[in-house]
């Protein structure tokens, strides 16, 4: 789906017989693809016997790929979020399997978080500009609260906070 917005010179002839301005095109594509690739995980924000399942059994690794196209998170940053090295992460990147509970626990919240970010704000690069600003109601820079599923959950309570108009 996408919105077209005219230009209001649209259709006038400029100085110097230049053909008239173009109409504006914004497109929805970044928060469609953040909705689809959200989708095989949407089970578990619902259903907490549902995630408690996936941690147990273990995600597979390709949502590893997944949480670095939602994120926009650079390699060293999830792999710091989630207290594996980059080699282990590129490791897990190259071949299918079953992630450990560990990792599949903090990977499923941080899915949640964003989820709940582009709920709150409607924009996945409104939240991701959001998570990067020092948030006095929390007293930190959300981004660095993502190493920890407490930290996740520090954010998380802002993000219901700031839905209900609660910003300290």
Do not use: C
């Not at 095989?40 to 790929?65: D, M, V």
């Not at 590129?90 to 990792?103: E, F, T």
């Amino acid at each position: 789906m996408s919105k077209t917005v005219k230009n209001s010179n649209a259709g006038v002839q400029q100085r110097g017989g230049q053909a008239a301005s173009k109409p504006y095109v914004f497109t929805e594509a970044p928060m469609q693809a953040f909705n689809e690739l959200l989708v095989p995980y949407e089970t578990y924000f619902k259903s907490p016997l549902a995630k408690l399942g996936a941690i147990r059994h273990g995600i597979g690794s390709n949502a590893i790929s997944d949480l670095l196209k939602i994120t926009g998170a650079t390699q060293s940053d999830v792999a710091k979020w989630l207290h594996i090295t980059e080699p282990t992460l590129r490791k897990h990147l190259q071949g299918p399997h079953d992630l450990n509970q560990g990792l599949s626990e903090h990977i499923i919240q941080l899915f949640e978080l964003f989820d709940k970010g582009l709920d709150t704000f409607g924009s996945p690069d409104e939240f991701k500009s959001w998570l990067r600003h020092y948030n006095p109601g929390i007293d930190a820079v959300p981004y660095d609260l993502l190493d920890t599923i407490t930290g996740i959950s520090i954010v998380i309570s802002q993000l219901i906070r700031i839905d209900y108009g609660v910003l300290a």
